[in-house]
């Protein structure tokens, strides 16, 4: 089933450049879905819940989320295919 979700690049993510190593794009995120375990730690987006809003795209100072279009398999198995 095609939906579109954030994607977090993470050779251009780098936590150490955003204030305390709080990620902002977490912080723009309303229904909570991108995810920070500490500070300094890269975000990681939910897949299953992401509607692709952009929200934590327009936050991030360094473009290293985009949202793209994925193919999630209905056998249990997941592969990612951007567009
Ligand atoms: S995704 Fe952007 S805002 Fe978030 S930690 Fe990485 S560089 Fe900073
Ligand atoms: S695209 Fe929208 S819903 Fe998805 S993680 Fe970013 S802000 Fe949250």
């Known amino acids: 089933m095609p939906s579109k979700m954030a994607l ?24 909570k879905l991108l995810k920070q375990e500490a500070a300094y730690e890269p975000p990681v987006p939910d897949p299953y819940l992401c509607k692709g809003c952009g929200d934590c795209v327009r936050a991030c100072p360094l473009c290293a989320i985009i949202t793209s279009r994925i193919w999630v398999s209905v056998l249990g198995l997941t592969n990612y295919a951007c567009l």
Do not use: I, M, S, W
């Open 8 to 31: 977090v690049d993470y050779n251009k993510c780098h936590p150490d450049e955003c204030e305390g190593g709080l990620c902002l794009a977490v912080a723009a995120c309303e229904r």
